[in-house]
């Protein structure tokens, strides 16, 4: 009995989903092009090697190429200040510096000094009187400022979704944190309280523990149905967990209530479960839908997955609410089944009362959701022993 239930507590911890493992959702960018570029270094500086170039030569034009990047972000930030300049107090809070230090970002420091380093390199390598060095530098300056004006060195969509991410910009990230702070921080802690005095005023209807969660559905399309019956009539509103009552933003008492589902299976025996959409979804779908939203469907999708990566992780490292959420997340099937939704989530209650079964019988081996976990081993004995293979 001491196995079963330190296992239980032990399988709800680790039963947080890894939602990065899931084949269609967007793992994090790791850092291959920054590996590819060294190894293109590599290859041009063997080239280098093989052709006997001369390195004065090859210092010459690395100088030139050098100097022309800082000076066309030096231009680049000029142009953009004149235009900042104007929205200084209604973005900048009437600071100049702030307005300086966002056009010459990131490098507002080491630009000007690794300018000062080429255009001295450039005077000593270049043996040349004032007036071709003048000659250059304006050329320099024109390339710059047409690429400029043209837009030829803007960054690439890729570069775009990187910077995104890694400064967590996108849409995805503040609903997912606005979802989590807003309601599941709040409502998942006492998911658990609710059930069992449902269950008290329900002949113990949720009977297996391990669905003892808020079944969060994720639909990567965002296409939500107010009424699940619509989505698949297999699944038919039931009951309402207790309320939940919360003095919130001046509301006295904001009630949050949970909803138990009915699942007919194919085996035409009915499974009890609380389960619901992920409603920042709608908000996706309402932007790709409004014109003035500039939000296309691809971006929709894109968004739609980023959302559940991020969600996922938000939750991962909650410790509250470990336990209390199973995110189901799917892809509305390509063909004409109409009770897609259910086979989906009965596949998922499945799978816990498995867990919930091979927990308490002592398996070796715990599965769950989106994850790979490490053998489990029970000890026979009621005091706690070391847990290991080996038998020592």
Known sequence: MFGCVCLRQMSHEMERPNIQTHPI?????EKRAHYMTCIFIAICIFVLYLLEQSWHHAAEYITVHF??????????????????????????????????KAC???SLYRQPLLLVVCVCSYMALFRETWLPRFLNLTLICLCQLLNFAFGLQSPSAVEMSEICEKNNRNVAH??????YVGYLKLVLPCLK???????????NLLKCKETWKLHILIPLSCEIHDDLKKADSNIQYWKDLPALQLDRAGTKRRIYKHSVYEILGEDKKLNYCIVEYATPLQSLYAMSQDESAAFSRDDRVEQAQLFCRTLGEILQSSKECAGCYRLIVYEESGDSDSHFLSKEILGHIRQQHLEEY??????????????????????????????QSNGF
């Open 104 to 106: 010459l970002s990131p």
């Open 25 to 29: 959702i967007p793992k994090p960018r």
């Open 193 to 203: 309280d609710s059930i069992r005095d449902f269950n008290r005023a329900n002949n």
């Open 358 to 387: 091979t927990v308490c019988e002592g398996n070796q081996q715990s599965t769950t959701f989106l994850s790979t976990e490490p053998d489990i081993l029970i000890s026979d004995s009621e005091l706690p022993r070391s847990l």
């Open 67 to 100: 100097m022309a990047l800082q000076i066309g972000a030096l231009l680049r930030g000029v142009c953009n200040f004149m235009e900042e300049i104007w929205h200084v107090e209604s973005r900048y809070r009437s600071s100049r510096w702030r307005v300086v």
């Open 174 to 179: 503040g609903l997912a944190w606005s979802y």
